[in-house]
């Protein structure tokens, strides 16, 4: 179901009691044991963790974050639209492709921000009100350090007792990530007033802005 028409349902009646459409608690991801060591230079990461609306609109508040970007992983260039992908087996995720610069935010903090206000890592090809597997949460790593540090953090967090639920994202191999159409690009701060992002996005910005206030800046970082 296209995303249109699924808030449109939404807010039409009370929200269903289902784990599809829980409340998307933010919570207190542990700090990261293992510390990304990527050098000097800007780096690329790579996320997928539902609607990718939210997940670039909250990385387009992280400090040190120098552009975000939302797009496609996971299948090919013959499938990679949004009105392709919602119609279901593609192999694509919504991701978002940001750089930044590791002196400001390395890469272990960015996925303890992801886990903490973005992701709910137990929920398998959903999040939110999104159900496919086009919506389902996996770190892209984009280097051998991104790729260590990940796997050591989703280990961590399933000794955490954090969740109380099995941590099912994955790590994906990277594979060519594919811009999404323009109207898709900032469309948090284009579209501050829309329905979904009202309901299930600005609360992770305003997460973010509570729980990481060192991390946080609050001038939105416009793609490219």
């Not at 390395?106 to 929920?123: C, K």
Request: with cysteine; proline share 6%.
């Amino acid at each position: 179901m296209k995303r249109a028409l699924l808030l449109a349902a939404v807010l039409a009646t009370a929200l269903p009691a289902t784990p599809a459409f829980a409340l998307e608690d933010p919570v207190n991801a542990p700090a990261p044991q293992r510390i990304a060591r990527e050098g000097a230079g800007l780096k690329t990461a790579i996320f997928a963790g539902g609607c990718f609306w939210g997940v670039e609109g909250v990385f387009s508040h992280v400090k040190g974050v120098r552009s975000a970007e939302s797009g496609f992983h996971g299948g090919s260039a013959a499938t990679a639209s949004y009105n392709r992908i919602v119609s279901g087996g593609t192999r694509h995720a919504e991701s978002v492709r940001i750089t930044y610069d590791p002196y400001v935010i390395r890469y272990d903090e960015l996925l303890r921000i992801f886990f903490s206000v973005v992701a709910d890592p137990t929920l398998r090809n959903r999040q939110g009100p999104d159900v496919g597997a086009h919506y389902r949460t996996a770190l892209i790593p984009t280097s051998a350090e991104q790729r260590a540090v990940a796997q050591a953090y989703l280990a961590q967090m399933g000794r955490s007792g954090v969740w109380d639920r099995p941590i099912v994202t994955r790590i994906e191999n990277q594979r060519t990530f594919y811009p999404a159409e323009a109207y898709h690009q900032d469309f948090m701060a284009k579209n501050p007033r829309n329905g979904y992002i009202v309901r299930w996005d600005a609360p992770k910005v305003r997460a973010l802005r509570s729980m990481f206030p060192s991390d946080y800046s609050a001038r939105f970082l416009r793609d490219g």
